[in-house]
């Protein structure tokens, strides 16, 4: 029994499709807080029990038979964060569960300047302290992300936001079926896996770059001031912590934490990995 929690989300949902090409539903079971949300999977024979991190009971009961369980990173940040996965990582161990795995990300690391990096970090070290056998997923930075970043600029022609750094940006397609392999193949990375990436590592000059040839028309790269940029989305709604979250996230790109690549994911996959052309290309078609 192979338990994935998260299940119901962008990267747990395709890695549960992947996990059912792979073994008989019957040996799949998922962990979502609204078992309402996951009746597709039920009916095609996945075990659903109700898990929420802050409800260590019911993660026993999600839990309950597994063999191993891979628990999808909380999109909460901090204490909340560590604390959730601590909850779910304990669970895991008291279920019986032989190996956990977890989503950790290829810049986790202490002092990172991006607030999630931390969390993922005590997250690794944590589960290396559980006497539990684990392999922490160094994935590269969501590609979908750079959809976020893009703003307006297939409307105005401009790209605008802070000064930033070369970005590994991978598919969630690939990382969910790189875990499936991963999960298929017990045992296959013990610890913190080398990070799995995108061959290349990408600005967002060269984001402005792919558009332009894409749409045919010029997308330039404005590099926005700071507090402009963080005032500009407080403007728009977004919460300050927030901001200063994602300004996070342009300033560790700029100290070349996500620059790392590695060749790892592909020959998981034993084929290429998506580029990030192909993204960009299906953002452009939809707008």
Request: avoid cysteine; charged fraction near 20%.
């Amino acid at each position: 029994m192979i338990v994935i929690t998260g299940a119901t989300g962008l990267l747990g949902s395709q890695i549960v499709e992947r996990l059912v090409q792979r073994f008989p539903a019957g040996q799949v079971g998922v962990s979502v807080r609204d078992t309402d949300r996951a009746a597709d999977l039920a009916a095609r024979g996945v075990r659903v029990r109700r898990g929420d991190f802050t409800d260590p009971r019911s993660l026993a009961t999600a839990f309950e038979g597994a063999t191993q369980v891979l628990i999808v990173s909380t999109n909460q940040s901090g204490e909340a964060a560590v604390a959730q996965h601590v909850a779910a990582v304990e669970a895991a161990r008291d279920a019986g569960a032989r190996r956990i795995l977890y989503t950790s990300h290829q810049g986790a690391a202490e002092d990172s300047l991006f607030a999630p990096m931390p969390d993922h970090a005590a997250t690794e070290g944590y589960l290396s302290k559980t006497g539990t056998p684990f392999t922490a997923l160094r994935n590269g930075f969501y590609a979908d992300t750079v959809r976020l970043l893009l703003g307006q600029a297939l409307e105005t022609g401009e790209l605008v936001a802070p000064a930033d750094g070369p970005v590994s940006w991978t598919a969630h397609a690939d990382l969910a079926e790189a875990a499936a392999i991963i999960l298929a193949d017990e045992g296959r990375f013990d610890g913190p896996t080398p990070p799995l990436t995108a061959p290349v590592a990408l600005d967002l000059q060269d984001v402005a770059g792919i558009l332009t040839e894409l749409t045919g028309r010029v997308i330039r790269r404005v590099v926005a001031d700071d507090a402009e940029w963080t005032a500009t989305l407080a403007a728009h709604g977004v919460p300050a912590d927030r901001a200063d979250m994602l300004l996070g996230m342009f300033h560790a790109s700029r100290r070349g934490e996500f620059a790392t690549t590695g060749p790892d994911l592909e020959s998981l996959l034993q084929r290429p990995a998506t580029p990030l052309r192909s993204i960009l290309e299906e953002a452009v078609t939809r707008r």
